[in-house]
């Protein structure tokens, strides 16, 4: 009786220990893998001075990813591994642009919900933040989603994956992608 309850216990456990290791594979195929890029981008031969870069799946599968563009003009992030539709997008740089909207009120003036267009300002009161942020120990927002860079213009076709003309393929490891943009 102790033998045949032993190998109903193995058995057991072998099954287990197999729908683990089979819900681990799946769960890892699930998500697209990235691999490290690393490189710059250059409008005519010069180092765009700020900006970000995305990189995009082929397939549709997962989200964009997006690195920050130095003001040399050099960049670095994860990408997901195979090919990837990339485009280049610097118009947060823009003088008069204060970034996203967000609970500071910042954002382009024009917009409703922002504090210079019409609506009310979204998030709460400044007195409110100020109050949270000294009580709960709420970090200040105010100041960090504006890029660091210089404002270049760039041909607005580098704005999207569907007009960019920008491919890399991934491969696991690490990747140099050196970007050249041309206005003409």
Known sequence: ????????TSAKR??????????????????????????????????????????????GKGAPQGGTIDENGNYKLKAPIGDCLVYVDN???????TGPVGSAGTGPKNLP???????????PPPDVLKKMREEKGVPDATGTTRPKGKYVPIPSK?????????TYTVKSGQN????????K
């Open 1 to 8: 009786m102790g033998l045949r309850r032993s190998r109903q």
């Open 14 to 59: 072998i099954v287990c220990n197999g729908a683990i290791l089979l819900c681990g594979l799946l769960m890892h195929g699930c998500g697209p893998q990235l691999a490290e890029v690393t490189g710059s981008v250059k409008l005519n031969d010069q180092p765009l001075p700020g900006g970000t870069i995305y990189f995009v799946a082929a397939n």
């Open 91 to 97: 118009r947060g740089l823009q003088e008069g642009d």
């Open 113 to 123: 919900g922002t504090r210079g267009g019409k609506g009310p300002a979204v998030g």
């Open 158 to 166: 580098y704005y999207t994956t569907t007009t960019s003309e920008l």
């Open 176 to 183: 140099t992608y050196n970007v050249e943009l041309r206005d």
